[in-house]
């Protein structure tokens, strides 16, 4: 029986997450649960999965919820404390870190330093301090297992082969509900045209990066840090159809790809059970069914949020995590209706272009520099 703590188990990875616990009972147990602010929804997830703690962000949230489930042998922590206890349980095998945000990071490195197995699906930890992380994963000999489609596919594409021979990272994306619009379409863009994404069903936050194609950006980054690569050994291919969830191709000219329907369910498993396969009752992929799948470069030019994420991984250092603070503060004011869709690219570019970079970033200067953009931007906007 595997046991795990679910990270943001009110979102859309973390209710997936907890779907395949329901068809997987006999496999999978619940031991602790933790969200941000939606107590009703922690309230039915505690009573169906029983777990032994639940934490919320909040300390009123966290009363609410205690309240509620009173009458369940269920222990209710609130804040970053309780976050740190849920993930360092010596009963737990797994960590499904979905929460979204900076707010992963301190909790994953506690985790990994417990000596658990980490099933990531925070882009963030990765992007802001992927220079800390894999070196302590190699350390601890803990491992790293990326939840996100795309970085699945990478990882199961690597399986058996000498990582030494990998050519170049296809990153898959499926370009978002406006692929192949130019700039000036994009000037009147509402918050509601955004949300609408053609194939994946996510929350709202990565469902604006994907429009913007900032998220393309954010898993560029993760990529690197995941699978030791730099930015010139990665390129985008935009694949509308998102059947082909990425690809690596190797020195010899062979490409290897994952191929599947668009459902986070089935990475999510892959790594909470890796290397074992098990069976889901889903639907699969119908080759008869399947009309054509089709392949673009993507338009830097008019998506410059994904330009700009290549820059920033370059540069390197305490960079991306102005890259990633910027765009969170900017789809927080656009999904507010305060910024047009169009200056959240602008946004990040101007954030860059002021911070002063710090080579080789601890974790409080990380936190210090996330801190230092959203000052920079609340002021302006």
Not at 85 to 97: G, M, Q
Not at 226 to 232: A, D, I, Y
Not at 299 to 319: P, R, V
Request: with cysteine; proline share 5%.
């Amino acid at each position: 029986m595997k046991k795990i703590t679910v990270l943001g188990s009110t979102g859309s990875i973390g209710t997936q997450t907890l779907q395949i616990a329901r068809e997987q009972r006999d496999k999978l147990q619940i031991v602790a649960l933790a969200a941000g602010k939606s107590v009703e929804k922690m309230e039915e997830q505690i009573r169906e999965f029983a777990p032994s703690y639940a934490v919320m962000w909040t300390e009123e949230a966290a009363k609410d919820l205690s309240v509620r489930v009173k009458d369940l042998p269920v222990k209710v922590l609130h804040g970053m404390e309780g976050l740190l206890t849920v993930v360092a349980l010596p009963e737990i095998d797994t960590v499904v870190t979905a929460m979204v945000g900076m707010i992963g990071l301190r909790p994953t490195i506690a985790a990994m330093e417990a000596g658990k197995t980490i099933a990531l699906a925070n882009k963030e930890t990765l992007v802001t301090a992927g220079h800390l992380i894999m070196p302590l994963s190699k350390k601890l000999n803990v491992p790293i297992l990326p939840v996100d489609s795309e970085h699945s596919a990478i990882f199961q594409s690597l399986n058996g082969e000498p990582k030494d021979k990998v050519s170049k990272i296809l990153l898959t994306a499926s370009g978002g509900p406006f692929r192949g619009r130019k700039k000036e379409e994009l000037t009147n863009i509402q918050v509601e045209d955004a949300l609408k994404h053609p194939n994946w069903s996510m929350g709202q936050k990565i469902t604006i990066d994907s429009a913007t194609m900032v998220n393309k950006g954010l898993e560029v980054m993760e990529a690197g840090w995941l699978f030791n690569v730099g930015p010139e050994q990665i390129k985008v291919v935009v694949h509308p159809q998102s059947i082909i969830h990425s690809m690596v191709e190797y020195v010899d000219g062979a490409v290897i790809a994952q191929l599947g329907v668009p459902d986070m369910k089935l990475p999510i498993q892959y790594a909470l059970f890796y290397p074992d396969r098990l069976f889901r009752n889903d639907e699969t992929l119908d080759f008869y069914k399947l009309a054509q799948m089709t392949f673009e470069e993507p338009d830097l030019n008019t998506f410059t949020g994904l330009k700009l994420a290549f820059e920033a991984f370059k540069i390197g250092g305490s960079m991306p995590t102005v890259y990633n603070a910027a765009n969170e503060k900017a789809v927080s004011l656009f999904l507010n209706r305060k910024i047009k869709f169009l200056e959240i690219p602008e946004i990040i570019g101007e954030a860059m272009s002021r911070h002063t970079n710090i080579e080789n970033p601890s974790l409080e200067e990380i936190l210090a520099t996330e801190a230092e953009c959203y000052e920079f931007i609340e002021s302006r906007w």
